[in-house]
């Protein structure tokens, strides 16, 4: 009796132990993953990466662009194909049940749920992303300044801003900072083929080719097009 009671106890901390590791998984299977720059200048895409290696790319007004698995080159580890593979699992989307705003959208890939703000919200949310998974997303308001306004503003606890129109206006409305990693840009004062371009990202420099160096004028001169600052890989594209 005494062993079957000890057997017992130790299932019983065996279920619980799985049962807290299946939480954590469902909390931390979404996370921002990258942040995609086009031209070295505005951001093409946000990704999310779900439990199962999924990437579901997303723009800065929170609507779901692709979604699928990343490629990486087999000659160079830091070469990746610039459209997703699509992902070979289960994907299902909103049926003609669903709100007018969610209906023939994405409703889950893999084991991640995607819901949406339905036609009764404000209407800088409408049809937007609600949810992935835990990840619950809100938006800047119509009260907000104008280049702000329906761009994401939380994507859980992760807030991002970005620049306004009181800003220099080489990057007035691009993306400011993602959570404490602040993003800087070349402003209207510096050479016309590195205006608008990144500056830096957290602690990370990128310096450009200028006009006088006609050869590569506006290229990437210095910095990665892929790196990581503060657990998200920044993109140049």
């Known amino acids: 009796m005494l062993i079957f009671e000890m057997r017992l106890n130790n299932m019983k ?6 049962g807290f590791i299946s939480l954590v998984n469902t909390l931390y299977s979404q996370e921002l993953s990258q942040v995609c720059f086009s031209g070295g ?11 199962r290696e999924v990437q579901i790319r997303i723009s800065e ?25 699509p992902y070979a699992g289960r994907v299902e989307f909103y049926g ?9 959208k994405v ?6 749920f995607i819901t949406y703000y339905g036609a009764t919200e ?13 990840l619950l997303f809100d938006y800047f308001s119509n009260f907000d300044n104008r280049l702000q306004q329906g761009k994401i503003k939380f994507i859980g606890g992760l807030a991002l801003d970005y620049y306004t129109t009181f800003d220099n206006e080489a990057f007035s409305g691009k993306l400011k900072s993602v959570g404490s990693t602040l993003i800087t840009y070349y402003s209207s004062f510096d050479d016309k083929l590195v205006r608008g371009k990144l500056k830096s990202i957290g602690p990370l420099s990128y ?6 160096e006609t050869r590569y004028g506006g290229g990437l001169k210095s910095g990665s097009f892929r790196q990581n600052a503060g657990n998200v890989v920044y993109i140049l594209q």
């Not at 200048?41 to 439990?51: C, N």
């Not at 003609?96 to 023939?104: E, L, Q, T």
């Not at 409703?107 to 991640?112: E, N, W």
């Open 207 to 212: 310096t450009w080719y200028s006009s006088l």
């Open 107 to 112: 409703r889950s890939i893999g084991s991640s």
């Open 61 to 85: 007004d929170g609507r779901v662009l692709e979604m699928g698995v990343e490629v990486q080159s087999f000659r160079s580890s830091n070469y990746y194909a610039r459209q997703l593979q």
């Open 41 to 51: 200048s505005t951001v093409s895409y946000l990704s999310l990466l779900t439990d």
């Open 122 to 134: 404000a209407d800088y949310k409408i049809g937007k992303i609600r949810t992935v998974g835990s």
């Open 96 to 104: 003609a049940d669903a709100d007018s705003v969610s209906r023939g």
């Open 13 to 18: 901390k065996f279920l619980t132990v799985c």
